[in-house]
Every structure is written in structure tokens, then in C-alpha cells.
């Protein structure tokens, strides 16, 4: 019977100790429930958090758009859709420039670059006070609707003529990679000079625009080549054959290389001809978001055309039948630094040097010249500078003339 009494026992306290484990652990999972529903609940909330401020966002960018829908147009400039009677679209540009200038030395051109013409007395072109409005420019760029191929044109004028009158800068015709007028030669490269504020440019370039027929066409998205005959010196009998390559590396820099050839003829040599050339390398190197260098090199033989200041570019032999040429080396370097998105300011260098062996001893035999400028541009169209020059001048017999002078300009692009 004590057994009995001690496996019910045994039974009975087994059971109670199932049903409390039973009932803890739906005490437990009711618990657990709780919390995940309490953190779903938490979940939706946020969720309707996020949708109520999306809805809000929306709102107010319809809100906004509906502003801006409701707002005028503004006033569109008649120039904007010029046409001409042919239907090309026309392109008004140009700017509206004047210069003052204290020469303190220099050169009997008057207002200007004219270094290698510099009084070599000393005295005769001092203290001179200059002004002109006659650099200001206009131009039309013209783009013709013609289906399958690319024609266009320009026309740029200013009043650098003798007398101030009106003197064309450009005037072509663009079909296809053809160009037939006048533009800048191909021997030359103005994108990589550095910048100078006085009109006639510097020292060891050139920007002679010139009649031509050229050819131009791209190796690739960054390589560009230029081919053709220009208008050389008056003297010679046939035009001068132009090349130029130009290839852009990114944003960072930008290298040019140009030759030249042409029969040279010495009118006062019974028309005896040499054989002229000419080479040519350039470069611009943007070295920090700032900072920029320029730098060119050229060598002409038996030329006085394309590159500026230049003379006597050959020598007409004893016997008056025959001509020796001149050999020029001409170099520009420099460098442009932004002070501030509004204010930057360019130092630079140029010198041109002589063969003196085919030069008499007046003439030049080495021309050197350095300038500082500071351009402040406080709205886009608007430019105001001052820049000072200085230079000099030597001739084979050992004379020396020197250029100083201070300007300042003032310039509104439209």
C-alpha cells in the first residue's frame, strides 16, 4: 500500500510540474508575442512618419512648380532669333573698348606695341600721353540651314585702320573642313600665348590674318590638323603653304606644332627666290585650378610676314643678284593667376633674336620685352586693366633704344 501511496505521489507531483512548465512557457511566448507586436506597432508608425513627409515633399515641389509655371517669361532680345534674307542663322558679338596710355619711352607709332622701332636717341618719342576707342570690335558669325552639310561663315571688323577707318579682321566662308577668306594663319598659335592687355600683342608672336584656302579635319576627339596656302610677303610671286596640328590633353594642357614653307623673292635682287621656312611649337598648361603657363617658340628663315616686329628678312648679296636669308628665333612665355573668380593678373616675357651675320649695323639684332597686367571683371561683360611695359631694343652696331609705358583700359562685351 506505501508503494502505491508513493507512485501516485510521484505521478501527482509530476503532473504539477508539467503544468506549471506548461504554463510558464505560455506565459513566455504570450510575453514574446507582446513584444514583437509592440515593435511592429512601432515599425508602421515610422513607416507612416516617412509617407506623411514624402506627401509633404511632393507638395511643396508642386507647390513650387506651379510658382514657377506662373511666373512671366522673360523678354527675349530681337537678336536672338536674327536671320538673314537666306534663312542662316546670325550671331552678334563684339565688344566696346577704350585705351589710355603714358608712354615714358618708346616707339613714333603712337599708342601701342612698337618695339622694334623704339627711339634709340632716347628722346624723341618721351612723355607722350595717348587714348583710342578705335580697338573696339563687332562681329557676325553666320550658320546656314543646309541639310548634310556644314556651312557658315564670319565677319569681324574694328578700326585699327590707317586713320582709325574700319579694317576687316576676318571674312570666310566655312564649307564642310573647307575655309576660303581671311583668318588667322595656321603658322600661328594665339591660344597659347599669355595674355597681354596692350592691342598690338606681344613680343615672339604672331596674329597675322591673312586670305587663304585651308583644310581641317580631327584625327580624334582631342587632335585637330590644319592645312593650306596663305597670302605670304607682297614680294613673293606664289602663296605660302601652312601646316598646324593642336591636341588638348583633358583639361590640363594644350600643345600645337606649325611649319611653313614659301619661295622667298628679293624684288631688289633682280627677283632672285631662296627657299623660306619655318617651324613652330606651343604649349598651355593649366597647372592648379589658378594657375596657367604659356609658353611659344618659332623659327622663321627669310620671313618678315607672320610673326610680329619682324624685319629684314634677308640680305641682298654684293653682286645684287642674289639674297641671303635671315634666321629669327621668337619666344613668348608667361603665366595667369586667378586671384579670385573677378581679379587675375598675367606676368610675361618676349624677345625675338637676329642672325646679325646677313644684317647691316642698323639694323636689329635682338628685341626683348616684359609686361605685368591685373584684369578685374566686376560683372561678367565688363573687364577694366592697367598694365606696364617695358623694353628694349639693340641693333647690330650696338645702339639701344628703350620702351616703358603704362596703360589702362576699359572694355563692355556684348
Known sequence: ???????????????????????????????????????????VEALKSLVQQQQQVQQQQQVRLQEVAAQPAAPQSPLASLKSKTGADVNLYGFIRADAEYQFKGGPNGIFNDINRVDLKGDANEDKFYSTAATSRIGLDFKAPVQGADVGGKIEIDFRGSSDTVRIRHAYLNYNNWLIGQTTSSFLSTDTQPEMMDFNSPLGIGTKRTPMVRYSDKLDANTQYFVGLEKGRDENRLPAATAKISHKVGDTALLTGRALIQEVRGRAADDATEFGWGVGLGAKLNLAEQLTVFGDYSHVKGDNFFLLYTDNPYKVEDNNKDIDLTDIDAVTVGATYKITPKLRSTIGYGAAFYDDSTLGKDANEKLQQGWLNVMYSPVKPITFGTEYVYGERETVGGEKGRDSRLGVMAKYDF
Do not use: P, Y
Not at 12 to 25: N, P, R
Open 1 to 43: 500500500m506505501s508503494r502505491f501511496l508513493s507512485s501516485k505521489t510521484f505521478v501527482l507531483k509530476s503532473l504539477a510540474l508539467t503544468v506549471t512548465a506548461l504554463m510558464v512557457t505560455t506565459a513566455n511566448a504570450a510575453t514574446s508575442d507582446q513584444e514583437e507586436i509592440k515593435q511592429l506597432r512601432q515599425e
